[in-house]
């Protein structure tokens, strides 16, 4: 379950009536309940589990969050602590554990990261350096393969 993969093992496995339904406005079909756990189930492996927007800008203090969102929520404290590394260099650190939507402390443990969007037309590019376990680390540099941080633009990151 999020932000751990599953499978639909995960969530019971495949499901039988237990008699032909009757109303299909109250009784579910097992059938149909298969397909939306196997879909969710599915998704836990290659669905991004947090998004977060920052602006680099190292003149007013080097990296900032502009706005975060994840499959856990995005109240403030359950946003990733941004860090600047070195030239071009930068850290986002989601918590070790978050609290899902029944209650329950999950460990963060991320998988992979989609390409960085960098938010300018100056000739300004990203990619993700490295991926640990609730860490992303990516690089910023320009056209002449230079790292760099001076901003001000905003790069969003995806996560899986």
């Given at each position: 379950?999020?932000?751990s993969?599953?499978?639909?093992?995960?969530?019971?496995?495949?499901?039988?009536?237990?008699r032909?339904?009757?109303?299909p406005?109250?009784d579910r079909?097992a059938a149909?309940?298969?397909?939306?756990?196997a879909?969710?189930?599915g998704?836990?492996?290659?669905?991004?589990?947090?998004w977060?927007?920052?602006?680099?800008?190292?003149?007013t203090?080097?990296m900032?969050?502009?706005?975060?969102?994840?499959?856990w929520?995005?109240?403030?404290?359950v946003?990733p602590?941004p860090?600047?590394?070195?030239?071009?260099?930068?850290?986002?650190?989601?918590?070790?554990t978050i609290?899902?939507a029944?209650?329950?402390?999950?460990?963060?443990?991320?998988?992979?990261?989609?390409?960085p969007?960098?938010r300018t037309?100056?000739?300004?590019?990203?990619?993700?350096s490295g991926?640990a376990v609730?860490?992303v680390?990516?690089?910023?540099?320009n056209?002449?393969?230079?790292?760099?941080?001076?901003?001000p633009?905003?790069?969003?990151?995806?996560?899986?």
């Amino acid at each position: 379950m999020l932000p751990s993969v599953a499978t639909l093992d995960t969530y019971g496995g495949q499901l039988d009536n237990y008699r032909p339904v009757t109303d299909p406005k109250t009784d579910r079909d097992a059938a149909m309940m298969n397909e939306a756990l196997a879909d969710v189930a599915g998704l836990t492996n290659t669905g991004a589990r947090a998004w977060c927007r920052v602006t680099i800008n190292t003149t007013t203090g080097g990296m900032a969050i502009v706005a975060h969102r994840a499959v856990w929520g995005s109240a403030p404290g359950v946003a990733p602590t941004p860090a600047r590394s070195s030239q071009g260099i930068f850290t986002l650190t989601w918590p070790a554990t978050i609290t899902d939507a029944l209650g329950v402390s999950k460990s963060v443990s991320f998988i992979g990261a989609l390409p960085p969007n960098v938010r300018t037309t100056n000739g300004v590019y990203a990619n993700v350096s490295g991926i640990a376990v609730n860490v992303v680390t990516f690089a910023v540099w320009n056209q002449t393969a230079s790292l760099r941080d001076d901003g001000p633009y905003d790069v969003d990151i995806w996560v899986l």
